[in-house]
């Protein structure tokens, strides 16, 4: 493909990247949700061991990833709006309350949305699940450290 003489250019020690090649490398909801859910499976069992600390950070990183897919796919936009506001505002208030009670029914809710949101866009396919253990790879229980 040959440049157009005024086609705005990324400069990075590798390459020259036309704007529009960066802006059709941007991830799509479908590549996000895997961190999304990752970091989702991470608030909870954060929460369950009482580090407050980890589950705030995984959850704001959590919105910020939606953010991005809001940006990226505008058609989803009003719908990762109400779940920022709705459901992970009431996950982010309990974990600033240190409430498992309030968080864990929160949490729960967040996940009927979020399967909800699945069906409305023609996903019933996907239907998430919180896994029955803790992610292997985090030390969630910091008390003792």
Same mark, same amino acid.
């Given at each position: 493909m040959k440049?157009? =003489?005024d086609e705005p250019i990324a400069h990075?020690?590798?390459?020259?990247? =036309?704007?529009?090649k960066l802006g059709e490398i941007q991830p799509g909801l479908a590549r996000l949700m895997a961190e999304i859910s990752d970091r989702y499976w991470i608030v909870y069992y954060a929460a369950k061991a009482a580090n407050w600390k980890l589950a705030a950070l995984q959850s704001s990183e959590l919105e910020k990833a939606l953010r991005i897919g809001s940006i990226t796919r505008p058609k989803y936009t009003n719908d990762i709006e109400a779940f920022i506001k709705g459901p992970l505002a009431s996950i982010n208030k309990a974990i600033l309350e240190k409430n498992w009670a309030s968080f864990a029914t929160s949490y729960d809710s967040g996940i009927e949305s979020a399967n909800a949101y699945h069906k409305d866009w023609n996903h019933e396919e996907i239907i998430w699940q919180?896994?029955?253990?803790?992610?292997?790879?985090?030390?969630?229980?910091?008390?003792?450290?």
């Open positions: 440049q157009q =003489p990075t020690s590798h390459a020259e990247i =036309p704007l529009d919180l896994p029955d253990t803790a992610p292997p790879h985090l030390k969630l229980d910091v008390s003792n450290s």
